[in-house]
Every structure is written in structure tokens, then in C-alpha cells.
């Protein structure tokens, strides 16, 4: 059974930085598009950042520019999401998913088209 794992949320305080990891099991994410997707109290579900099965394309949403980073690493079956600068506006769960990559918008499909999802991870901005 396809499983993704999100780790590594906690409760920071603003200005500072958490490191995610989504690890799966019983398939390659090598072969699959990346998507990291959050959900904050009261909003809908959106697609932040994610990398193209290639490596060649990576995207981040406006609002994470400059501050989180995606990467991977082949030999863990893991893919990170560096978050740098935590502010409030980022307090969410935050869930990773596999699937396909949307060339023509240079971003991973939407919520609804990706294959595979971790069950999420809270991140919590405080101080």
C-alpha cells in the first residue's frame, strides 16, 4: 500500500524555520511531481511549492517566495520543504502529495489530480 509521511511541524515562534519531509513507501517519488499543499483554519486547501519528476521545474506560490525551498533526496525516498522566516500567515497543516506536473503552468496539478496524499502536518506560528 502507496503511503506518504509528512514530518517535521511543530510550534515556532515568527522568523523562524522549519524543515518537512514527506518519505513514502511502496513507490519511487522519483518518478512523480511533488506537490506541497497546505490548509489553514477556515480557507481551502492550496498548492504552495512543488518540484517536476525531472527536477527541471520547481514552484512556489507568491507568498512563500524568497522563503521556503524544495529538494530532494533520492536516496531517503524524501522530499523536503525548507521553511525559512515563518510568519503567522503560515501557521496551516501542511500535506505533500504525488502525481502530475502541469507543464504549461509550471506547478504541480491541482488538489484534485494528484495521485497520492500524506495525511499532513501542523505547523503552528506563535509567539
Known amino acids: 500500500q502507496v503511503q506518504l509521511v509528512e514530518s517535521g511541524g511543530g510550534l515556532v515562534q515568527p522568523g523562524g524555520s522549519l524543515r518537512l519531509s514527506c518519505t513514502a513507501s511502496?513507490?519511487?517519488?522519483?518518478?512523480?511531481?511533488i506537490g506541497w499543499f497546505r490548509q489553514s483554519p477556515c480557507a481551502d486547501r492550496e498548492g504552495i511549492s512543488g518540484v517536476s519528476s525531472s527536477d527541471e521545474e520547481t514552484y512556489y506560490v507568491d507568498s512563500v517566495k524568497g522563503r521556503f525551498t524544495i529538494s530532494r533526496d533520492s536516496a531517503k525516498n524524501t522530499v523536503s520543504l525548507q521553511m525559512n522566516n515563518l510568519q503567522f500567515e503560515d501557521t496551516a497543516v501542511y500535506y505533500c502529495a504525488s502525481g502530475p506536473w502541469c507543464y504549461k503552468y509550471g506547478r504541480p496539478a491541482g488538489e484534485h489530480e494528484m495521485d497520492y496524499w500524506g495525511k499532513g502536518t501542523l505547523v503552528n506560528i506563535s509567539s
Open positions: 511502496q513507490i519511487t517519488l522519483d518518478y512523480y511531481a
